[in-house]
């Protein structure tokens, strides 16, 4: 089993995005996302997304907001990742030479147009919906299958 954060950094109608492609045998490699990764042991995942974030990007979230909880049963390896969504509306500091890959940030507008897992061009636009989310979405050798969803105010 896999814990991991997926935190979306926005300011002024942009999301910064990372494209996955300097890490090799990386699951994501081509992919845009956003930013994260594993917890580390003892982390909340509140401490995991503000450290995924600082060393991803260089910049300090000052503010998240806990969006939904992903379940991808069997996603890699055979293991079923579990990912924290977060949404961070306020952060400071200058953006680095990430070393996962090209940062950028992206129109929200023009988002969907990336290259994307297909469950993320699903999940995406209900970061911008009040309350809280839990999906669960299948993917079979790397090709979405489906998914389900509840909404919770």
Known sequence: MK???LCYVRRGGKTLMIHRIKKE???HQGK??????KLEQGETPEECALREI????????????LKGLLTFPLF??????????????????ELIE?????????????ILDLNLWEGDRVFLPWLDESGFFSAKFTYLEGKYIDHTVAFYD
């Open 3 to 5: 814990l991991a954060t």
């Open 25 to 27: 045998n990386d699951v």
């Open 32 to 37: 845009w996302n956003g930013l994260g990764g």
């Open 54 to 65: 600082r060393e991803e990007s260089g910049l300090q979230a000052t503010h998240l907001v």
């Open 76 to 93: 890699a390896n055979n293991e079923d990742w579990y990912a924290f969504v977060f949404v961070v509306d306020d952060f400071v500091g």
């Open 98 to 110: 990430s070393s996962e890959g090209h940062l950028e940030w992206i129109d929200d507008q023009a």
